[in-house]
């Protein structure tokens, strides 16, 4: 199974992008998981039966299994995001754009706006892929009037296999700006593997055996205070 871990690993890794150690060993591992996970479940239930099999299974079980499916997607997200990340300041005119891990991003200049309790310069970002439009971001300078604080609030455009961000330095004067642009892969995976391994733990826990446990504990307790008595 390792062996096939690491062939299938290998080829994920070429077919993503250039070889790197690192992501292959995590996929390597991740793959080594769910397999895993795959034929344990395979092995509970081949004298049931697979419908009879899977629901003879406990809560505990799927729980754990859910778990380990969150680690190893978690572990992906934060190896591929590490090794992939990709991120540029530039200075740029309305109408410019940069180029940035194949995706193109084109300043259309930032606008004055006041709030009920801040005033601020709010940005427009086009950002093309192939020469379609993936996405409009409007990153923002504010100023909070009354703390006489500023704040920068980055313009995102979330998806399931990369974020992007856009956030506003300090103006250049002639309607330039300091841009700074992020492209982080697989950010998302990090976050959703860490809500897959919360939720095998709270199912685990919900087990009806541990219920009846601690049911039968407390029972055993109030028991023996009784003969106490």
Known sequence: MLLGSAALSAIAGVAYGDFNWAVMATFMLAAWVLLAGVRDIGDKTRHKGLVKGLRGLTRSYWGMQIAHVGIAVCALGVVLSSQNSAERDLRLAPGESMALAGYQFIFEGAKHFEGPNYISDKGTVRVLRDGKLVSVLHPEKRLYTVQNSMMTEAGIDAGFTRDLYVALGEPLGDGAWAVRVHVKPFVRWIWFGGLL?????LLAALDRRYRVKVKTR????????????
């Open 197 to 201: 391994t919360g939720f095998g733990g």
């Open 218 to 229: 407390v029972r055993d307790a109030l028991g023996m205070k009784g003969e106490t008595a």
